[in-house]
């Protein structure tokens, strides 16, 4: 090489050097805010950005569709209180992501989902360029926040932006645009340095007002028979110690609702899940914490609430606009469940009459009469084996792993899991949620193995794995210690169906699968464990080996074909035929 051309060299690498671009600003942003986990799916514009991430110590869970990447994004949010990422290609990947941010935003859960984009002035004159779509306006609906960054000196502001959007307040999805051509837009490395933002306390303490508080706990300590109702906002808030304190102190009986299942222990003495329509009828105050009153919670009008008996609520939230959403709040109580928890503990002091015996003691009385017919139910061993033996062989185990994460979805698989296994650790339980969601199994089970480090056992109903269940090999991949329990009874609900139309009787009927499928091969093909288990004795050493393991596997568990209802519980839900005939 001749001097000049060396000396040209040298200076464009010198100045190369005092360069940063778009990729690497992305990646020193999320770095900077203390997000070390990208879930995700490559492929253009953001192969090279995933490399970059791996290459800078960030951990980049490569999936096989992203809407599993989504959901485990979502968990992961959950699990920390910090947003989880989700990283897609353009048009069609987005899209996939977006479901899993659609679920994240109803359940006030935050993530971000970080999608390339194509070519905007193509894309806005719709020209046709490769995976076209106009993302930003698409996301919109879906998500609590959405916004794009179109020039690399507004990537630190733009990633600090999504950030704080996506846990402030009630947290939720926010969707984040990067067009292809920001990725390689170039700036001066010390600017590049100086644009980067460190978001300052990302989840603001947000204090209750002193009158709220005094007038939620006046209408509680005028209750004859109160309740308390704890939802997933207040297993998210992360303020265990003081929960308990507050359960405990009032003496009040209390529901989880199914993703607050141990936050306090399952077992615990005031827990009235045994003889839950009882108290959700009787109770004349009801305090809740973190739970809404949707669909979940019959919108807290009618049958199930004792109706024409007046019911008085108060509702501790982050969300004003949650208040009076079906029904009169008597009581609200705005701010961050802590923040109001301990406000409440400090007001009640160490005087706090407890509820009246008479009410305590019916509710003991149900729940030891229901508990006993639960374990009557439990003990039988029908042939071929139903959800209830199945799950106590399950329960038993999980009783000797608290640590363990649960994921659970299904109808009936749901319904009865969440019945039967208690739980005894806060956010261990991840499950179908506000939706009532297929296909969030495989991508929580990934996001909860990665986050937590610890075992997870995902019961699965075999039409709900289906959704996600190409996962098997991400999980095999990363040798994550997932053991799916599949719940098989050969169909959606149950496998035993007719088909109602006699002359086309070679389609099989719209509820129905592969009839004895054996899933536990399917594991077997990238290299996990597979377990073809018929009676609760073989579910019992099937889920204690796998678990010990710490390997991937995948439990087939063969159930009774006629054991599920229609929708689980939710039958009502179905509308009802008006004729007869057509
Ligand atoms: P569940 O399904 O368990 O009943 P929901 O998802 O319906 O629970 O309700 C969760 C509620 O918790 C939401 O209304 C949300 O605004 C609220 N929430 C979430 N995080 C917090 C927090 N840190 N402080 C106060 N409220 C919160
Ligand atoms: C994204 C509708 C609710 S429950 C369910 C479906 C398809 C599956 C029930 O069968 P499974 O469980 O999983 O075998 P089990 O124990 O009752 O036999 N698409 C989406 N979400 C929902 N909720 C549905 C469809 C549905």
Redo the contacts with the bound molecule.
Sequence with gaps: MSAGLEQAAATSAEQAQQMTDGFHLVINSLKHNGIDTIFGLVGIPITDLARLAQAEGMRFIGFRHEQNAGNAAAIAGYMTQKPGICMTVSAPGFLNGLTALANATTNCFPMILISGSSEREIVDLQQGDYEEMDQLNAAKPFAKAAYRINKAEDIGIGVARAIRAAVSGRPGGVYLDLPAQLLSQTLDAERGKRSLVRVVDPVPRQIPAPDAVKRALDLLRSAKRPLILLGKGAAYAQADADIRALVERSGIPYLPMSMAKGLLPDNHVQSASACRSFVLAEADVVMLIGARLNWLLAHGKGKTWGAPAPKQFIQIDIAPTEIDSNVAIAAPVIGDIGSCVSALLAGMGSGFGKPAAEWTGAIAERKEKNMAKMAATLEKNPSPMN?HSALRAIRDVLKTRPDINVVN??????D?TRSIVDMYQPRKRFD?GT?????IGMGYSIGAAVVSGLPVVAI??????G?SGMELETICRYKLPVVTVI?N?N????GSDPNLNPNVASDVPVTAFVKGARYDKMIEAFGGVGYNVTTPAEMSKALSDAIAAGKPALINAVIDENA?TE??RLINLNPKKGATKT
């Design positions: 959800y979805e299904g109808a009936n698989a749901l009865f179908a939706w009532g969601i297929m296909g699965e109903g075999d039409s709900a794995f959704f719940f009874n169909g959606v609900y149950k599920g929708s689980g």
